[in-house]
């Protein structure tokens, strides 16, 4: 092998190796995505059918997917292939319009557990997970993404007391969410309806 052939090798090596380095990075970056925040576990005894239908978003860390909406709603229902079918639907006042994301979950492992992943584009995905829930009626929800910038108090009607809102502050505050930065959402829309309808 002559110098320029040893060259030309050198070159292509270092090319495939900065290409598999890439593609491993990206691997451990959408892994990191449906991991669990540290020190945040999900809730044991989960029933996915008494968690199905639609939820009203009550509180938030505000993020860009969802930056400026109010009347924010989740809808789950199932899908044929075992996974959950997600619709988040919310008003854009500076718009005067609704937005919608479809999306769909699949679950991390136990299914009595409540760690799912979601994905709203293609095959990236990001993990969902409920550490609080109102175990007797299913009437709310705390949920963390994948990091303490995501963070949801979810309802079953678009106002809760204020006991499940200190609750949700305190809980949310000693596991480490800046609560201070945490949006409540606004519910003043007659015409909000659920998907289909």
Excluded at 4 to 31: E, H, M, N, P, T
Excluded at 117 to 129: A, C, L, M, T
Excluded at 155 to 184: H, Q, W, Y
Aim: charged residues 25%; glycine residues 8%; proline residues 3%.
């Amino acid at each position: 092998m002559n110098a320029d052939q040893r060259k030309w090798f050198c070159v292509a090596g270092s090319a495939i190796s900065r290409r598999i380095v890439y593609l491993l990075a990206g691997c451990l970056v959408l892994a990191s995505c449906t991991q669990l925040p540290r020190g945040i576990q999900p809730i044991s005894g989960f029933e996915i059918n008494r968690y199905l239908g639609t939820w009203y978003e009550i509180a938030r860390l505000d993020h860009r997917f969802e930056k400026g909406l109010n009347n924010v709603t989740a809808n789950y229902t199932l899908r044929n292939d075992g996974g959950i079918n997600v619709i988040n639907r919310g008003y854009a006042p500076k718009d005067q319009a609704w937005k919608e994301a479809q999306g769909k979950a699949f679950f991390v492992g136990d299914k009595q557990k409540g760690h799912l992943q979601v994905s709203f584009f293609g095959p990236f995905y990001s993990s969902y997970v409920i550490f609080e829930l109102d175990k007797d009626d299913y009437q709310y929800a705390f949920v963390s993404g994948y990091n303490r910038d995501y963070l949801w108090l979810l309802a079953r009607k678009p106002r809760v007391d204020d006991e499940t809102i200190g609750r949700f502050l305190d809980r949310s505050r000693s596991l480490g969410f800046d609560t201070d930065e945490i949006i409540f959402v606004t519910h003043d829309r007659a015409e909000i309806l659920q998907p289909g309808q």
